[in-house]
C-alpha cells in the first residue's frame, strides 16, 4: 500500500507541476490535448473502481486549463479518499468494467492503480517532448525528484 499511495501522491505533484508550466507558457494545444487526457483517464479509472457507469465519460475531450485545474484536485481528492479506505488484502479484489468499445475485462484493484499512475507518466513524457520542441525547458517530473 505504502508504494502505491506515494505513486499516487508522484501523480498529483507531477500533474500540478506540468499544469503550472501550462498555465505560464505560450498556448500549446497538443499539450493541453495530451494533459485533459490524463486528467480524463484518472477520473474514467475512478469511476470504474467504485463501479459506477462511466459510459458517458469523455476520454479525450479537450478542456480548459481552468477546468483542468478542478479536474487535478478532484481527481487528487477521489483517489485519496479511496486509498484511505483499501486494505492491503482489498488490492487483489477483480474489479469488471467495460472499455470505451464495450469490451468487458477484469482486474485487480492493484492493477489499475498502478496503470493510473503509469499512464499519466507516460502522456507526461509527451507533453514534456512538445515543451521542448517549443524551445522550452521539459519539465522535471521524474519519481526520484519527487522523493527529494
Known amino acids: ?75 487528487h481528492h477521489n483517489y485519496a479518499e479511496f486509498l484511505s479506505r483499501v486494505s492491503k488484502t482489498d488490492l487483489n479484489q477483480l474489479v469488471s468494467y467495460k472499455n470505451s468499445k464495450g469490451t468487458e475485462f477484469q482486474h485487480s484493484i492493484r492493477d489499475i492503480l498502478t496503470h493510473v499512475a503509469l499512464h499519466g507518466q507516460y502522456h507526461r513524457g509527451q507533453i514534456n517532448q512538445l515543451v521542448r520542441k517549443a524551445d522550452l525547458e521539459p519539465i522535471n517530473v521524474d519519481y526520484i525528484t519527487f522523493k527529494r
Do not use: D
Open 1 to 75: 500500500m505504502e508504494t502505491i499511495q506515494s505513486m499516487f501522491k508522484h501523480l498529483h505533484w507531477a500533474n500540478q507541476r506540468i499544469l503550472e508550466t501550462l498555465q505560464n507558457g505560450e498556448e500549446n494545444k497538443k499539450a493541453n490535448n495530451l494533459f485533459s487526457h490524463i486528467l480524463h483517464a484518472e477520473h474514467v479509472w475512478y469511476t470504474r473502481l467504485k463501479g459506477a457507469n462511466r459510459s458517458h465519460l469523455p476520454i479525450w475531450a479537450v478542456v480548459s486549463l481552468e477546468l483542468c485545474v478542478e479536474m487535478v484536485n478532484r481527481n
